[in-house]
C-alpha cells in the first residue's frame, strides 16, 4: 500500500512570503493531521481533519496559517505570511481510525530567511 | 505543550548492547505509543501499548507502562547500526483525539 505522501521536501522562502505544502493521504485514511516539528523537539499537532471536517485547530495560529481538506482526501496547509519562527518540518499523518497507528509522510523542511 | 519527557535526552552505546529509553507524562492517558524517527524522514510507528496494559513485546521491542508512576520504557535489545534513530512516545487522552508528542531520545549505535 503506498504512504503518505508529501510535497514539496524542502522549501527555502523570505520572510514574509506565502507558502504551500500539499499531503496525499493512504487511500482510504479519514482522519489526516498536520504536525509542525521544530528542530530538537517532538511534532505538535497543527489540526486534525475527519474526512473535510475540523476536528481540532487549537494549535493553529490562525492569523497566519490555514489548511483546507477538500473533497476528504488531499490536503493542503498554507502560511501566509511567513516568519523565521515557522522554520520547522512540516509533517503530515493519517490514520483509519483515531486512537489508532498514525501513518507519517517524510515531511516537508522549511527554512525561513 | 508536550505531554511526555523522555530521558535520556541523548544516548550512545556499542551495536549488540540494549538500549533502554523511558518516558513520563503528566496526565491520565488511553494508549501510549512509541515511533522512531530516522534523521531526515518520517515517523515510523514502533508499538502501542493500552492503558490497561503493563508489558508488550515486538520483535527486539519491550514496552512497559506503569499508569501510577505515569511512565513507560522501551527497550530494544541486541541493538544494531540501524536502530540509530530518535525515539519518541506519544499519549492520548480520553475524550481527547490527539496525539501528544514526547522531546525524543536521540540513540546512536556504535558499530
Known amino acids: 500500500e503506498a504512504g503518505v505522501a508529501q510535497s514539496p521536501r524542502y522549501k527555502i522562502i523570505e520572510k514574509r512570503q506565502s507558502v504551500a505544502f500539499w499531503c496525499n493521504p493512504i487511500?482510504?485514511?479519514?482522519?489526516l493531521y498536520w504536525y509542525q516539528q521544530i528542530l530538537g523537539q517532538g511534532p505538535k499537532l497543527l489540526i486534525q481533519f475527519q474526512n473535510n471536517g475540523v476536528v481540532d485547530d487549537s494549535q493553529l495560529p490562525k492569523d497566519r496559517f490555514s489548511a483546507e481538506r477538500l473533497k476528504g482526501v488531499d490536503s493542503t496547509l498554507k502560511i501566509q505570511p511567513a516568519k523565521l519562527e515557522d522554520s520547522a518540518v512540516y509533517l503530515c499523518?493519517?490514520?483509519?481510525?483515531?486512537?489508532?497507528?498514525?501513518?507519517f509522510g517524510p515531511g516537508t523542511r522549511l527554512t525561513v530567511l | 505543550s508536550q505531554q511526555g519527557e523522555e530521558d535520556p535526552q541523548a544516548l550512545s552505546i556499542q551495536e549488540g548492547e540494549n538500549a533502554t529509553m523511558n518516558c513520563s507524562y503528566k496526565?491520565?492517558?488511553?494508549?501510549l505509543q512509541w515511533y522512531r524517527q530516522n534523521s531526515g524522514r518520517g515517523l515510523v510507528h514502533l508499538i502501542l501499548?493500552?492503558?490497561?496494559?503493563r508489558e508488550k513485546h515486538s520483535g527486539r521491542l519491550r514496552v512497559t507502562l506503569d499508569t501510577s508512576k505515569k511512565s513507560s520504557s522501551l527497550l530494544i535489545t541486541a541493538s544494531r547500526a540501524a536502530d540509530t534513530a530518535s525515539y519518541f512516545c506519544a499519549t492520548d487522552n480520553f475524550g481527547n483525539e490527539k496525539l501528544t508528542f514526547g522531546t525524543g531520545t536521540r540513540l546512536t549505535i556504535i558499530p
Open positions: 487511500s482510504g485514511h479519514a482522519t
Open positions: 501499548i493500552r492503558s490497561n496494559e
Open positions: 499523518a493519517s490514520t483509519n481510525r483515531i486512537w489508532d497507528t498514525q501513518y
Open positions: 496526565t491520565s492517558i488511553n494508549n
